[in-house]
T-cell receptor, first 111, second 114 residues
Framework: DAKTTQPTSMDCAEGRAANLPCNHS???????VYWYRQIHSQGPQYIIH???NNETNEMASLIITEDRKSSTLILPHATLRDTAVYYC????????????FGTGTRLTVIP | NAGVTQTPKFQVLKTGQSMTLQCAQD?????MYWYRQDPGMGLRLIYY???????DKGEVPNGYNVSRLNKREFSLRLESAAPSQTSVYFC?????????????FGSGTQLSVL
């Protein structure tokens, strides 16, 4: 599975959009991009995933570049409850069972 | 619908003691996983069970054993606890490892080994 690179930390003003980038330059054709987040010391929570098309759900939007080497998670109206560590993960649809979480991006939403 | 339930939430052990962390899911998932998370680190896979009756090693299996008791339950055992096993342990489950199904996590067990 391809590895990912994320900024260590980011701040975002409450009510503004939070844009969290992720580089996955070694991604292969059948590998999906997943995003999870971990609030404080809770278990990680699934947010969204995609292959090559942009995806949107009730929590966030995922924008994947045309070459699939990077993606951006967008929280459209960040709230204080969105303060968390966000993990970008790339995993194939078959094969390796592990999701490599890395250290993620610590997003702090500022009042 | 409780999802993934872990017990206990907190535990303190002395070096050399043994204990079992329990995990149960009520979503009829086939695959279950045990992760550990050390301070400031991401999650690392200890063991997983792709389906009932099977278990496999993950990234950091040394010092641990697992049992997939039935489809619902997947336990993690520390036979002789060491301070290096001080960590937060998360259990997770997924419908099927070969699909793009998302992982559901429990709330974690904070373990300290003195």
């Amino acid at each position: 599975d391809a590895k990912t690179t994320q900024p260590t930390s980011m701040d975002c003003a409450e009510g503004r959009a939070a844009n969290l980038p992720c580089n996955h330059s070694t991604i292969s054709g059948n590998e999906y991009v997943y995003w999870y987040r971990q609030i404080h010391s809770q278990g990680p929570q699934y947010i969204i995933h995609g292959l090559k098309n942009n995806e949107t759900n009730e929590m966030a939007s995922l924008i994947i570049t045309e070459d699939r080497k990077s993606s951006t998670l967008i929280l459209p109206h960040a709230t204080l409850r969105d303060t968390a560590v966000y993990y970008c993960i790339v995993r194939g649809s078959t094969g390796a069972n592990n999701l490599f979480f890395g250290t993620g991006t610590r997003l702090t939403v500022i009042p | 619908n409780a999802g993934v339930t872990q017990t206990p939430k907190f535990q303190v052990l002395k070096t050399g003691q043994s204990m079992t962390l329990q995990c149960a899911q009520d979503m009829n998932h086939n695959s279950m996983y045990w992760y550990r998370q050390d301070p400031g680190m991401g999650l690392r896979l200890i063991y997983y069970s792709a389906s009932e009756g099977t278990t496999d090693k993950g990234e950091v299996p040394n010092g641990y054993n697992v049992s997939r008791l039935n489809k619902r339950e997947f336990s993690l055992r520390l036979e002789s606890a060491a301070p290096s096993q001080t960590s937060v342990y998360f259990c997770a489950s997924r419908k099927d490892r070969t699909t793009n199904e998302k992982l559901f996590f429990g709330s974690g067990t904070q373990l300290s080994v003195l």
